[in-house]
């Protein structure tokens, strides 16, 4: 019996494992593709060739090509060898050293062409700054994987750790893609762009796992520890904190929106119609106030941003209480769309939201459950018409074993995808929707070893880049769900 029971608990351990090693994995893959998008959008994919050496380098001192005047010009002269016969020494007067002479003005050959010099040589002006920041992301690297050992661990009790899983998974790749390609790189700008996404995606991360209060004292640690190096690192680079510019202003303008269904349904609440034009107004200013900081938003700091933001919710606090005195589910349910976009926004500034009161939601949290679905229906859809596409490529396939397998795990795919879908439309279980998951995984690796050779079985070209473009794209998705639900349940 005792053999049995550890038996099983290696084979759970053994699982978690490859459960672990598949998952980063795809979001390596995922970020080794986003980056060289990145880089192919900078023009780096393909630098320029480094002239190659001369083939008879001078051996002058100093390491000039042709003397300390620079290479000869026209027709190299043919001499005669050396004869044995010595010759006539000539007698030269002794040079005085040139102490306090203009040498700008020598005859001026500072300007003559004839005396053509190497142009200067570019040089990093702070070559040390790449060792140093190879070294701090390597340690960011490192203090990454505890963390995320950590954050595992609580997830299994706890679903909100849990839905951030997928995220660090994400960075922890985009991290270790950064370093191997920083451990190859001569010089640090080109390594700044692809630091700065790194930069606001951990500082995210990092106010979303503080803001859960029964985390443990491993935990905080480990947190402050990434905290310090991502400061560290920012400094290297010489940028400021990092923030999704751009969410934040979607958040700002869907707010916006929101204020305005409020202002339309106000009149026909159950209130004094004194007392609805009041609102509507002081409703009118909020509104007015979010655009025209949605519109300075390119321009302002973040210091500048959080101050402004701060402002907002002291003067949004009250207007909200004085509607909901209203009792209104109609104004209820505008109040509550609003107070979610402040919600994003605090963690998009990260900013501790004030706490509020209430029971934690009971099973899936429904806005897991809509993501999910939202990548489950994706996938689905994908995987069907790349499941068709192999069909209809069928007759290019060689040999017939490999283009049977490569069709099969293509309908594996689409129907581990399906499964999941309708699972979660049904509001399954959390632990029902791990079976699927873990069909998913297994098909997905099948599928893309045999993708990866594709271009070797008959299809070449376009056809071949086609069938791996479409791969590419249900790459996210299967990485999003099955991050999320091959998990233990809490």
């Known amino acids: 019996m005792i053999a049995l029971f550890g038996l099983s ?38 630098p320029p060739a480094t ?21 000869a010009t026209g027709q190299p002269r043919t001499t005669s060898p050396p004869t044995q016969v010595a010759p006539t020494r000539e007698v030269v007067p002794s040079r005085q050293p040139d102490v306090g002479r203009d040498r700008s003005t020598d005859s001026g050959r500072g300007q003559d062409t004839r005396f053509g010099r190497r142009p200067p040589v570019v040089v990093d002006p702070h070559p040390h700054d790449v060792h140093e920041f190879d070294v701090t992301l390597t340690r960011f690297q490192n203090e990454l994987g505890e963390l995320m050992q950590t954050v595992r661990s609580a997830a299994r009790s706890n679903r909100v750790f849990r839905s951030q899983l997928p995220q660090l998974y994400q960075l922890q790749a985009e991290v270790a893609t950064l370093a191997s390609q920083a451990r190859a790189s001569s010089s640090l700008p080109p390594l700044v762009p692809a630091y700065q996404g790194i930069d606001q995606r951990y500082r995210e991360l990092s106010f979303r796992l503080r803001s859960v209060p029964d985390r443990d004292q491993t935990m905080r640690a480990q947190i402050a520890r990434c905290d310090a190096t991502c400061r560290t690192l920012a400094k290297i680079c010489e940028i400021s904190p990092q923030f999704d510019r751009h969410g934040l202003h979607d958040q700002m303008v869907i707010a916006a929106t929101y204020i305005q269904t409020l202002i339309d349904d106000l009149p026909d609440a159950r209130m004094s119609s004194d007392r609805s034009r009041q609102l509507v107004h002081e409703a009118r200013l909020l509104r007015q106030v979010i655009l025209e900081e ?5 321009s302002l700091s973040y210091d500048e941003i959080v101050t402004n933001f701060t402002n907002f919710i002291a003067r949004w606090r009250p207007f909200a209480e004085s509607v909901a005195e209203a009792r209104d589910p109609v104004l209820d349910r505008r109040l509550v769309r609003v107070t979610q976009c402040g919600d994003e926004t605090y963690a998009l500034l990260w900013m501790a939201p004030p706490p509020t009161s209430g029971l934690p939601p009971v099973g899936i949290p429904e806005m897991d459950r809509e993501r999910w679905m939202s990548d489950a229906a994706a996938l689905e859809g994908i995987a069907e018409y790349f499941y068709a596409d192999l069909q209809r490529l069928r007759a290019y396939l060689q040999p017939d074993d490999y283009a049977r397998e490569l069709i099969d795990h293509s309908h594996d795919v689409y129907e581990a995808a399906r499964s999941i879908h309708s699972q979660l439309e049904a509001g399954h279980s959390f632990e029902r929707l791990q079976r699927p998951a873990s069909q998913l995984a297994v098909a997905w690796r099948a599928l893309a070893s045999d993708v990866e050779h594709v271009d070797h079985h008959g299809l070449t070209g376009r056809r071949a880049y086609a069938v791996q473009q479409q791969l590419q794209q249900m790459l996210p998705l299967v990485a999003s769900l099955t991050a999320a639900l091959l998990q233990e349940a809490p």
């Open 294 to 298: 949605a519109d300075r938003l390119p």
């Open 51 to 71: 002239p190659p050496p001369r083939e008879n380098p001078s051996s002058t001192p100093g390491g000039f090509p042709g003397g300390p005047f620079g290479p």
């Open 9 to 46: 608990s290696l084979c759970v351990s053994t699982a978690k494992a490859q459960n672990s090693s598949f998952l980063e994995s795809l979001f390596r893959s995922i970020a080794e593709k986003q980056l060289q998008e990145a880089r192919e959008r900078a023009g780096l994919a393909n």
